[in-house]
């Protein structure tokens, strides 16, 4: 322990994850070790080692608050938001930090996002409106309706979940628990018109199909979107989408 700006400093042992793949042949680990005070999360610790140890390490961020997304990585095998993780949160004085899985590393923690983006797209994350119905001022929604869509509106895209879904590592085409909760965010919202049919989309065994609930993505979650929930709800709306289609069930509009 060592006294510091008048705060008891804690010593913590640093193990970060170090890869530039266009020189390093292997991944491997460096070892720093550091004191600091209560409070102190591990973006600002990463920070702190960047400054005074090494400016070599890379990771990313922005805006410190758990609301941009950026700073996703595994600390102590877990999926977390650097900036919102204290040292003190964690068991023991051993920190090891390494990149989000399921993603390619570009350098050290910072990973080539494109497959999260390119799954996100596939569910085309906007309102699907008619012409038709479209109002002459705004749309207008019951309180009752927005509150509907409360706990699916705070994703910050971060890929905490994408990083914690085992499917992925063996199937790296499947949707991921973000976008399909992105999906179910829209599909609820009562000014989208995109209907049942739109989940053809995502009838396959790389949409809906390859979840296997594991549920570790409503762990990784630093805002408390429930991803299986919203699988599970769509793929009930698909099967009975699928039954009605079958049985000629479903109106003119709905096909
Ligand atoms: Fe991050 Fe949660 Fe959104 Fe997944 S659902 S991208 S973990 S905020
Ligand atoms: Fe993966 Fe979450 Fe399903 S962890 S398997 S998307 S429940």
Redesign the pocket.
């Known amino acids: 322990m060592s006294q510091k700006n008048g705060n008891t400093d804690n010593q913590y042992t640093f193990k970060i994850f170090r890869f530039n793949p266009d020189v390093d042949r292997e991944p491997y680990y460096d070892t720093f070790i550091s004191g600091f005070p209560r409070g102190t999360t591990v973006l600002e610790a990463l920070l702190h080692i960047q400054e005074t140890m090494d400016d070599s390490i890379a990771f990313r961020f922005s805006c410190r608050s758990a609301v941009c997304?950026s700073c996703g990585m595994l600390v102590n095998g877990a999926p977390v938001l650097a900036c919102r993780t204290q040292l003190m949160a964690l068991t023991g004085d051993q920190v090891l930090i390494e990149p989000l899985p399921n993603m390619d590393i570009i350098k050290d923690m910072v990973v080539d996002m494109k497959p999260f983006w390119d799954a996100y797209l596939r569910v085309e994350p906007w309102l699907h409106v008619n012409e038709e119905d479209t109002p002459e001022k705004e749309y207008l929604q019951s309180p009752d309706e927005v509150r509907k869509l409360d706990p699916y509106i705070n994703?910050?895209?971060?890929?905490?979940?994408?990083g914690s879904c085992p499917v992925l590592g063996f199937e790296e085409n499947y949707l991921g628990?973000?976008a399909i909760?992105k999906l179910f965010r829209f599909m609820s919202d009562s000014r989208d018109r995109r209907g049942a049919k739109f989940l053809e989309k995502v009838n396959s065994p790389q949409g809906l199909w390859a979840c296997h609930t594991i549920f570790r993505?409503i762990d990784?979650?630093?805002?408390d979107?429930r991803?299986t929930d919203t699988i599970e709800a769509l793929r009930r709306k698909l099967v009975v989408y699928r039954f009605k289609k079958f049985f000629h069930l479903l109106k003119q509009d709905q096909k």
């Open positions: 997304g994703c910050i895209l971060c890929a905490c979940c994408y628990p973000a909760a993505c990784a979650c630093p805002k979107i991803p």
